[in-house]
């Protein structure tokens, strides 16, 4: 619980104040960098919240499943992405992975980083792999959780037109 001079009083974790090395992060960073370093973390995030997470947290995180899969276009969606992500970290019980994916999703919002969503086939597809991850959290199956997570953060990586650039860029030098 925190209080805000003018603002009130909260429940969850302070808002990070940025540093001037986590300005230069956010303003440095391209859709690659994120989804590269989304991919290193997350994975690591969802298993440790597989483990601490209550019967709250597991209730919280399928009904925002659920809502992220009914989503009527790409700002209510990438509304209820960005809560999912945040509710995986929040059941860490960590605050310093909370405050980091708190910076990851206010990255994620800069225009030019934003992941555009927008068919319905794509935003059903990714809520699938959101449900699954929960589903795997539910059963307590951490490893699986993780793998869960990370296919969907390789679905995601893949959408971004320079990360195929330079994958295929890989694949061509390996020949």
């Known amino acids: 619980m ?4 003018g603002r009130g009083t909260y429940l969850g974790a302070r808002p990070l104040k940025f540093s001037a090395s986590l ?3 956010r303003a440095g960073s391209s859709p690659a960098d994120i989804a590269e370093m989304r991919l290193v973390l997350e994975p690591a995030f969802v298993e440790l919240a597989t483990r601490k997470a209550s019967p709250d947290d597991l209730a919280e995180l399928e009904k925002c499943a659920r809502r992220n899969a009914t989503a009527k276009d790409d700002d209510e969606w990438q509304q209820w992405d960005h809560r ?6 929040q ?3 960590n605050p310093a992975i909370i405050a980091l994916m708190d910076v990851v999703n206010g990255m994620r919002m800069k225009p030019n980083a934003r992941e555009k969503t927008a068919d319905e086939a794509t935003r059903r597809h990714f809520a ?4 699954a991850v929960v589903k795997a959290m539910a059963e307590r199956d951490g490893m699986t959780a993780a793998a869960r997570m990370r296919d969907h953060l390789l679905n995601v990586q893949w ?9 295929d860029r890989v ?5």
């Open 23 to 25: 300005r230069s992060l």
């Open 84 to 89: 999912f992500h945040l509710l995986i970290a």
């Open 91 to 93: 059941a860490t019980r």
């Open 159 to 167: 959408r971004i037109p320079a990360q195929r650039e330079s994958d």
């Open 128 to 131: 699938e792999q959101h449900q």
């Open 171 to 175: 694949v061509r030098q390996r020949k």
């Open 2 to 5: 925190w209080r805000g001079v």
